[in-house]
């Protein structure tokens, strides 16, 4: 096995479902072995969704991999073993023996994708719901209740549509949230 003294992040196949109990078991195991400055995090990537259907919104929260775990490690043989030995671990992603790291661009791909860039927690969820533009919708609550009108644009990373609404019988483009309106 390739020795390298840069902590990197690899990719931990895990039995189906056992991705939370893959990263307890490691964490349990890292902190037991005193692996501490050899295997520094373990990451299952999930990403919560607020799916608005028939009016009602569910926060959803969905792994990106499952069956995988991420795992930022020093890739050197007694902490190799101690991850590829816990309970659940099928194995690295690679070739035989030979785990290979993600690239800096790929672990900035689903840091962004689950909210951590960096060191700041970004909480958002993205927004799922079945409407397209054209859609007409009526608006439930707020400062337009009641209004009816077309959408122009979807807008899920906010959780917002644009819909044209006739104030003082002039079209006018509103931006208004998911949870107030109904598809009609």
Do not use: C
């Amino acid at each position: 096995m390739a020795t390298t003294n840069q902590k990197k992040w690899y990719i931990v196949q895990t039995y189906a479902g056992y991705e939370n109990k893959v990263k307890a078991n490691l964490e349990q195991r890292i902190a037991t072995m005193g692996m501490e400055d050899k295997i520094f995090d373990v990451l299952v990537p999930v990403e919560e969704k607020v799916v608005v259907k028939d009016g009602k919104s569910k926060k959803v929260t969905k792994k990106l991999f499952p069956s995988y775990v991420l795992v930022e490690m020093v890739m050197e043989d007694q902490p190799w073993y101690v991850v590829r030995h816990t309970p659940g671990v099928t194995g690295f992603v690679g070739s035989g023996n030979h785990p290979i790291p993600l690239s800096d661009r790929e672990v900035d791909d689903i840091m962004s994708k689950i909210g951590l860039s960096g060191s700041k927690k970004n909480n958002r969820p993205v927004f799922e719901m079945d409407l397209k533009k054209g859609d007409v919708i009526k608006v439930k609550s707020g400062p337009f209740e009641g209004a009816v009108g077309p959408i122009i644009e979807v807008l899920p990373e906010k959780g917002k549509v644009k819909f044209s609404v006739s104030v003082f019988g002039r079209d006018t483009l509103v931006e208004i949230d998911y949870i107030e309106i109904d598809k009609l």
